[in-house]
């Protein structure tokens, strides 16, 4: 499968730079991505894999991250029932039931999933809970998220409950072209 679109995003107050593809067919969405950079002034190199339905529910997701010396890997499988299982098994994901969004911390590329499946119009808005994949440290954990379409296309985002706020422009395949000050594509 080729990708469909390919973007570079340099991070503003973030030092990072990244390249993702988006690739779709009848069966599947798929981003793929290297983000590189510094991260709490660690060298770092992460890659990612998200592949979905075509309706934009996660179906698996697989990161590596590398940091000067050590390297972590985290995947994931979300069956159709909704249950996340660690294809290494190593945690107990229970608290994960249901969701259908990941949220990789460190790139705008997943926020294109909850844009495509909600489709929202203009002044609506619409709460997601995430499975947020946090850096270093690969932990996962559930967090509320609210998108809001300000304009055809823009978006407002919201998680932690309003703590953390940015407005999100994308492009016309639903992909981040400016995320608050800390991506924008180049």
């Known amino acids: 499968m080729e990708p469909i679109k390919s973007i570079l995003w340099q991070g503003g107050e973030l030092s990072l730079w990244e390249v993702c593809r988006l690739y779709q067919s009848d069966e599947e969405n798929r981003l793929t991505g290297t983000v590189v950079g510094k991260l709490d002034g660690q060298l ?39 249950q996340w299982i660690e294809l290494e098994g190593k945690d107990d994901l229970r608290h994960l039931q249901g969701i259908i969004d990941i949220d990789i911390q460190i790139s705008p590329s997943t926020n294109t999933l909850p844009i495509k499946r909600l489709n929202l119009r203009i002044g609506a808005s619409a709460r997601v809970t995430a499975a947020w994949l946090k850096f270093p440290d690969l932990q996962v954990e559930r967090q509320e998220q609210r998108y809001t379409r300000v304009a055809d296309k823009r978006y407002a985002f919201e998680s932690g409950g309003g703590q953390f706020r940015a407005e999100i422009e994308v492009d016309d395949f639903g992909l981040v072209r400016k995320y608050g000050n800390f991506w924008r594509a180049i």
């Open 44 to 82: 770092l190199e992460a890659r990612y894999d998200v592949k979905c339905t075509r309706h934009w529910h996660t179906k698996e997701v697989s990161v590596e991250l590398r940091q000067e010396s050590n390297t972590l890997n985290r995947s994931f499988r979300v069956e159709p029932t909704g």
